[in-house]
């Protein structure tokens, strides 16, 4: 088996980290996490190490319970990973890597490739209406993908 694509880790206007660690500290911890590796990143490349060695640094998560590996792109104002397929040409650097699930979906990402286009824009557009009521950042969106519930508050809201 191998890695699917998600249509919502990245939005193109929001990013979701959620399943890039568990048991998150809060948002400060968790950005100051990603800005440690952000910079590691940045600090061996320059000094000519690869990617895969940077990712091999840690296997763990950090005390604010996200991996070692998300960072964040200041051009594009993205999180992303550096060793997920979608950047590297379609090879997973991330096998074999101890913490990382490579298969794993949350609830929402997995129906979300069920739906079907009307769906989908429903539920975009629902997320939409919160970012800009601002409800919702990378943080809140990640943790509510994560633990299923902005896909919970998207049915309730279809039920009200
Ligand atoms: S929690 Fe869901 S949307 Fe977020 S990165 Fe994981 S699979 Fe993607
Ligand atoms: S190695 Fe896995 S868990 Fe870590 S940032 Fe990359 S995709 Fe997320």
């Not at 890695?3 to 809060?26: A, N, P, R």
């Not at 429903?122 to 509510?144: C, Q, T």
Request: glycine letters at 8%; charged letters at 30%.
């Amino acid at each position: 088996m191998r890695y699917e694509k998600s249509g919502l880790c990245q939005l193109g206007w929001l990013s979701c980290v959620g399943c890039c660690g568990h048991h998150f500290k809060d948002k400060l911890s968790v950005a100051k996490g990603i800005e440690k590796n952000t910079l590691e990143m940045h600090s061996y490349l320059k000094h000519g190490r690869s990617v895969k060695e940077w990712m091999n640094r840690s296997k763990d998560r950090r005390d604010c319970g996200v991996c070692h590996n998300i960072v964040y792109d200041a051009k594009k104002d993205m999180l992303y990973c550096p060793c997920h397929p979608e950047v590297n040409q379609g090879v997973d650097l991330r096998i074999d890597h101890h913490y990382c699930d490579i298969l794993h979906v949350c609830k929402a990402a997995f129906f979300f490739g069920l739906w079907d286009d009307a769906r989908k824009a429903e539920f975009i557009s629902f997320l939409k209406k919160k970012k800009k009521a601002g409800r919702l950042d990378w943080y809140s969106y990640s943790m509510g993908m994560a633990d299923d519930s902005l896909l919970a508050e998207f049915e309730g809201l279809k039920w009200d």
